[in-house]
């Protein structure tokens, strides 16, 4: 038992502390648990279950599904219309935004849904003069609690249903709790609604430009290549690596003709205006050495950096100007600028790089990349297509418009409607129901088969496989058997709908910083066990836990949704707390009487 808990505290501190991936980290618990069999009861056949588990085998599948229902644009048609509805009233835009999110996430994993419907939140939010900021935590915080609508809400729900199946067989149906679902995101929408405006601070500007946004002013310069400059009669690329100064060429003005990306095989030539990014210390460094003229300081639009309008074709290459956000299962997490190669891969220049409320300017090239950073990108319209179709990437616009299969958008809902409602009526379980929805899709042509694995976000798979081992040693161990008895011995006094409520408040509280179905796979053999001793009703208590793992509003770490989140809001870390934990406590509140009402203690 005590090496069950080093390892659990070992695993909870990586969580939190991050230094490798939550996957790395979920898989090299199951490696410590078969290691140390003797004193975790777990053999190699049990550590490597988790990958033949029907949760993670339907979590993936799940995957498929989803991917499958957004290459059909279902997400963006609801936004045309919601955009339409909606005009230019806040309260009804902030209303649609919140039912959408929250509706979509009880049949679609939730974060593709809030992938799609940043840049649109975005692009409302500026044409209705609104800071952004006021709509992207109501986004975030709606499809969390939109996933406690159906089993498939998220990933988290068939992990814990397939953790209930195994100690007191019974797994949760389809619509086992779409009522405590629909009462949690009604009473949640109308506190976003009422609240969220009053408490979310304008981080951004409702009217301001991406260069103000970003702070570009004084990171821009021109400057005019002399006839003596060694840059004359060099390429881009030779230009950029052959001098030891950090600077980025942004554009080349040449005969009034502006040339965006690509650039690197560009040669300059003498009388070249260069439009540079770099510190002022640096283009005057530049200027000694290099033989360029600096020109009168101009405060760069987003017009200027992006040839717009009837200026395109007499400009030359068509640019624009946009934020590109970086998902937490982006491959390029982890990677740098420079070793992702970003420039010449994407024919695409990053101007800066915001981080939460922090903007940074120079050396970016050697910043390691985070989920949830945004860059700020100009690149051609192809370009930009091109990194709104790459699921390494959000592009916070809606200016890259990807091809959708508006066709196949019946076959899609009729597929993901089967597949909900054979399971809901108990033909087949739901393991066996994804699993034929996710071939229906590649044989109807909604998906191509090459499109498969990119649809499933492996480290979630990954993750799922090596935590379900933990919950096993934990039960068999007697680990969460002990846990449970001192909680019972502190609660004693208490009625068992305060003890459920204890329940979901603490497991509520170690989701915010560690993962929502770390915390399931830890909780959930605790609370059964707590119910057994005190006489509870232990389904009630699974449900407690199930529900509070999905309920991250305290952190921008807590769940990936808010971590998306965070930087195109200009989120500063206390905004979360501010709005989620009033909701927290509203909905420990809400989700306790509720389950106690329905399904008694």
Avoid: C
């Amino acid at each position: 038992m005590l090496v069950v808990f080093g390892i659990v505290l070992l695993a909870l501190a990586l969580f939190i502390t991050a230094p490798v991936p939550i996957d790395v980290t979920a898989i090299a618990v199951m490696v410590a648990l078969i290691v140390l069999e003797p004193w975790t009861g777990i053999g190699p056949a049990d550590g490597v279950s988790g990958f033949a588990s029907s949760a993670t085998i339907t979590v993936l599948m799940m995957f498929v599904l989803s991917e499958g229902i957004r290459k059909t644009g279902l997400v963006q048609i609801v936004s045309a219309r919601i955009s339409a509805f909606a005009g230019d009233d806040e309260r009804k835009l902030l209303g649609s935004i919140i039912g959408v999110s929250g509706l979509s996430s009880g049949f679609i994993n939730n974060t593709p849904v809030v992938a799609i419907m940043i840049p649109m939140a975005s692009d409302l939010a500026r044409r209705v003069t609104v800071s952004p900021s006021r709509f992207m935590i109501p986004l975030s915080f709606a499809s969390m609690m939109g996933g406690m609508l159906t089993l498939i809400g998220t990933s988290t729900n068939i992990l814990a249903s397939d953790v209930s199946a195994r100690l007191i067989g019974r797994p949760f149906s389809m619509f086992e709790f779409t009522s405590l679902g629909a009462l949690v995101l009604v009473v949640g929408s109308l506190y976003l609604l009422v609240a969220a405006p009053r408490l979310l601070p304008d981080r951004l500007p409702a009217e301001g430009e991406l260069t103000e946004e970003f702070e570009m002013a004084d990171y821009l310069t021109e400057v005019v290549v002399r006839e003596d400059s060694p840059f004359v009669g060099r390429t881009v690329r030779e230009a950029i690596e052959g001098e030891e100064f950090e600077f980025d060429l942004v554009q080349l003005v040449r005969d009034g003709e502006v040339f965006g990306e690509p650039l690197a095989q560009k040669t300059i030539r003498p009388g070249d205006v260069l439009v540079v990014r770099t510190g002022r210390d640096t283009v005057v460094d530049i200027i000694d050495v290099e033989g360029v003229d600096l020109l009168p300081h101009v405060a760069f639009t987003d017009a200027d950096l992006a040839a717009d309008g009837a200026d395109r074709t007499e400009r030359g290459t068509e640019q624009d100007l946009v934020e590109v956000m970086i998902p937490p299962d982006s491959s390029l997490v982890g990677e740098t600028l420079s070793s992702a190669n970003f420039r010449d891969r994407y024919d695409a220049t990053v101007l800066a790089l915001r981080r939460g409320p922090t903007v940074l300017h120079r050396r970016m090239d050697h910043v390691e990349l985070r989920g949830g950073d945004t860059l700020l990108v100009q690149a051609s319209r192809g370009s930009i297509e091109r990194l709104g179709a790459n699921r390494d990437f959000v592009v916070g616009s809606e200016v890259a418009r990807a091809e959708y299969r508006r066709s196949k958008l019946p076959i899609a809902l009729a597929i993901v409607a089967a597949v909900v409602a054979v399971a809901a009526l108990d033909l087949y379980p739901i393991l066996v129901t994804s699993m034929a929805g996710a071939v229906a899709m590649v044989a109807t042509g909604v998906l191509r088969p090459t499109e498969l694995y990119d649809a499933i976000d492996w480290s979630v798979i990954f993750m799922l496989a090596g935590l379900i081992p933990l919950g096993m040693a934990m039960e068999r161990t007697g680990a969460a058997a002990f846990l449970a008895g001192h909680v019972v011995a502190n609660t004693t006094a208490f009625d068992a709908v305060v003890v459920l409520g204890v329940f979901y408040l603490f497991t509520a509280l170690i989701t915010n910083v560690v993962s929502n179905n770390a915390s399931v796979v830890l909780m959930i053999p605790v609370a059964v066990d707590a119910a057994n001793r005190i006489g509870a009703n232990e389904f009630s208590f699974v449900l407690a836990v199930t529900f509070a793992a999905s309920s991250a509003m305290l952190t921008p770490i807590g769940y990936q949704t808010n971590l998306m989140v965070y930087a195109p809001g200009g989120y500063r870390f206390a905004d979360f707390a501010r709005v989620g934990a009033p909701l927290q406590l509203i909905l420990a509140v809400v989700t306790t009487l509720g389950i106690a009402l329905i399904w008694g203690v």
